[in-house]
């Protein structure tokens, strides 16, 4: 299989790139924009996302990275990733790439305590199931676009969403040993390489 691009400016990137390998994946760290095209998939960690927002701007990523998602290539962004990713954000506000319609308030869960382990629950392929959920100063998705998805839920409300090639997840699902939202990822990825063959 081609690779799958853990972009690596910043944030927990090495922890997808673990779970990503012992899925039998390639992986390749994505530093520099002309590595997007070495890649079928794209996922954006966690981390500090004013900081990444920086990084990607002063390496002149956003050109590559439009592209990237105009050839529908999937892409996956867990907590800042998913901040980077949304159509609009708040507490602050801050430019996102929007490329999924939903609003993300940042830092919204986990004021009090920084973080926190609970159970949430997902519906992946209409199956429906619980997920042990780690959230990191995790930021709220307040609104949600008529185009998107909810695919994960905490407390009922979203915290795992998709629209057409990109999925975000509020919480870090590469913290816990379970596979289900990397594997369901890994098959956009390779239903993306089946649909280019076509
Ligand atoms: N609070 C961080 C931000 O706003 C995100 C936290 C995380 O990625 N764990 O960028």
């Known amino acids: 299989m081609q690779a799958i691009g853990v972009l690596a400016l910043q944030g927990d990137f090495a922890a997808h790139q673990h779970r990503l390998e012992a899925l039998g994946v390639p992986v390749l760290q994505v530093r520099k924009p002309a590595e997007l095209e070495q890649v079928a998939g794209l996922v954006i960690p966690g981390g500090e996302s004013t900081t990444l927002l920086k990084l990607l701007?002063?390496?002149?990523?956003?050109?590559?990275?439009?592209?990237?998602?105009?050839?529908?290539?999937?892409?996956?962004?867990?907590?800042?990733?998913?901040?980077?990713?949304?159509?609009?954000?708040?507490?602050?506000?801050?430019?996102?790439l929007g490329y999924i319609d939903i609003a993300a308030q940042r830092n919204a869960y986990g004021r009090q305590r920084e973080s926190f382990e609970t159970i949430g629950e997902i519906t992946l392929y209409e199956k429906r199931e619980p997920l042990p959920m780690v959230f990191i100063r995790a930021p709220r998705i307040t609104r949600v676009g008529k185009g998107v998805t909810v695919l994960g839920t905490h407390r009922s409300e979203p915290v795992l969403a998709r629209e057409g090639s990109v999925l975000v997840a509020s919480f870090h699902p590469e913290l816990t040993d379970q596979e289900t939202i990397h594997r369901y990822f890994l098959q956009m990825v390779r239903d993306w390489i089946e649909k280019k063959r076509e």
Do not use: M, N, W, Y
């Open 57 to 96: 701007q002063a390496d002149d990523f956003l050109p590559a990275l439009d592209r990237f998602h105009a050839a529908q290539k999937p892409i996956f962004g867990t907590c800042a990733g998913l901040i980077l990713l949304a159509r609009e954000v708040s507490d602050p506000a801050q430019f996102s």
